[in-house]
């Protein structure tokens, strides 16, 4: 109970103090900011003795700023002017690009079916299969449900891969010759959303 001012003596009632919850929200918003000041400071200290800036501004004059680079120019733009034909200045620096690597291991088709085969039981590509569209209240475009995932693996992938290129040649499609900026061949552009 509160003792008044009365039976101590005193003349005034005492003053009840009452915190709402803005005011405290209000007061633990001032703590933490506090709080995250001297963490800020704290942590700028330590960044300057432990030489920070030393090592930050090394790194800054140490680094490079040159990736690749011209290497030459290659006439594929018809009547317009011929491209630059870019390379990494490390290959430029070895006067050649990386070849491969691995000796069995010389075209993109070569890279892919020593994968197929290296990694044939491991999974290799996951899809989930798209079961409906759901329509949620309060949102504009229906969300997508979609299944369990189910994976192929690489023996799998390998084997599409193979029928895929097999239909392609049957319709005619050539692998492009070395020369085939200079030459018209029966080639075939795929264009499609990167989805499974």
């Not at 192929?152 to 599409?160: D, H, I």
Request: glycine residues 8%; hydrophobic residues 45%.
């Amino acid at each position: 109970s509160i003792v008044g001012l009365e039976s101590l003596g005193l003349s005034k009632p005492p003053i009840q103090l009452s915190v709402d919850r803005d005011t405290m929200g209000l007061v633990l918003n001032v703590i933490l900011h506090v709080v995250g000041l001297v963490l800020i400071l704290l942590d700028f200290a330590i960044y300057l003795l432990m030489l920070g800036p030393f090592f930050t501004v090394y790194k800054w004059l140490t680094s490079r700023s040159t990736f690749a680079a011209p290497h030459s120019e290659a006439a594929i733009n018809g009547s317009m002017p011929p491209s630059k034909v870019w390379r990494s200045v490390e290959a430029i620096a070895q006067g050649k690009l990386t070849e491969t690597t691995e000796a069995s291991v010389l075209t993109a088709y070569d890279a892919l079916a020593a994968s197929y085969k290296k990694n044939a039981k491991k999974n290799a590509q996951g899809i989930r299969p798209l079961l409906s569209w759901k329509k949620d209240d309060g949102f504009k475009f229906p969300a997508k449900v979609f299944g369990e995932t189910t994976w192929r693996t690489y023996e799998e992938l390998g084997k599409m891969a193979h029928d895929f290129g097999a239909g392609l040649r049957a319709c005619g499609i050539a692998p492009q010759p070395p020369n085939a900026e200079n030459i018209d061949h029966k080639g075939m552009l795929i264009y499609d959303e990167t989805s499974a």
